[in-house]
């Protein structure tokens, strides 16, 4: 069975940057499921899978316009310390939930200077093209309720 629209697929991958470095990988942990068609995963990988079957390997290069879009620098901001208010101290490389405008958004410290915060709301693979080594391990057809309430 080939993956395509609404059909449940399982693979292995790993993600490495442009110097070769490797940034994530399911190796060695349990595959991705993920129901194709749904854009639960970027554009760039959902459509090299397209068509593929279990036992197929490949590889393939995600531009940021296909993976994770580009970086937005309005999204990287400086705050007074004061704005952490469940009394923790900042650690460069947290994580920390954040209120905007347009509702809530994960962000992560990048600076932690005297009385400042400097926080990053991009995703960390934002305007980085990457490579992607995968492995269909399965493909099925999605149950009615797979269809109606997503994989849970």
Not at 117 to 137: I, K
Request: no cysteine; charged share 25%; hydrophobic share 35%.
């Amino acid at each position: 069975m080939e993956i395509a629209h609404r059909r449940v697929a399982t693979v292995h991958f790993t993600l490495t940057g442009e110097d070769g470095e490797t940034i994530t990988s399911t190796r060695g942990h349990d595959p991705l499921v993920y129901m194709h068609g749904t854009g639960s995963i970027v554009a760039g990988l959902e459509e090299a899978l397209e068509g593929r079957s279990p036992g197929d390997r490949f590889e393939v290069t995600v531009p940021p316009e296909k993976g994770f879009g580009p970086r937005h620098p309005e999204l990287v901001q400086t705050h007074p310390r004061s704005i952490i208010t469940d009394g923790s101290e900042p650690q460069v490389g947290a994580r920390l939930d954040a209120q905007t405008a347009k509702g809530p958004m994960e962000v992560v410290v990048t600076a932690v200077e005297g009385e400042t915060v400097t926080v990053d709301g991009n995703h960390p693979l934002a305007g980085r093209t990457f490579s992607a080594q995968v492995e269909v391990v399965d493909v099925r057809v999605a149950t009615p309720d797979e269809i109606q309430f997503g994989l849970g």
